[in-house]
């Protein structure tokens, strides 16, 4: 069984900054791209940037310049660094990576549980 689990989450002023953090853990042979998603109520999950195994990052054109992705990939780790936070990155912020655990050599999609940021003075 494979988890996703993030930290990092909480009440941070306008312009400040947070880091969230996404450990995978269980029986993992390899990660492929892994993201960071976010949702606010009534509203379709957005995706706010993706990485690669081997780095490559993109960016939604709302968080550009702001926000960074990075991974460690020895730790099984993602984080997304996010600075010059603004009330509208209110949200619950999802991880999401792809899989291949020991148990079968296939792909699957995994989600973590979500991190609530509030961006309020």
């Known amino acids: 069984q494979v988890q996703l689990v993030e930290s990092g989450g909480g009440l941070v002023q306008p312009g400040g900054s947070l880091r969230l953090s996404c450990a995978a853990s269980g029986s993992i042979f390899s990660i492929g791209s892994m993201a960071w998603y976010r949702q606010t109520p009534g509203k379709q999950r957005e995706l706010v940037a993706t990485?690669?195994?081997?780095?490559?990052?993109t960016y939604a054109d709302s968080v550009k310049g702001r926000f960074t992705i990075s991974r460690e990939n020895a730790k099984n780790t993602e984080y997304l660094q996010m600075n010059s936070l603004k009330p509208e990155d209110t949200a619950v912020y999802y991880c999401n990576a792809d899989v291949m655990p020991y148990s079968g050599r296939i792909w699957y999609h995994y989600w973590g549980q979500g991190t609530q940021v509030t961006v309020s003075s």
């Open positions: 990485i690669t195994s081997s780095g490559s990052a």
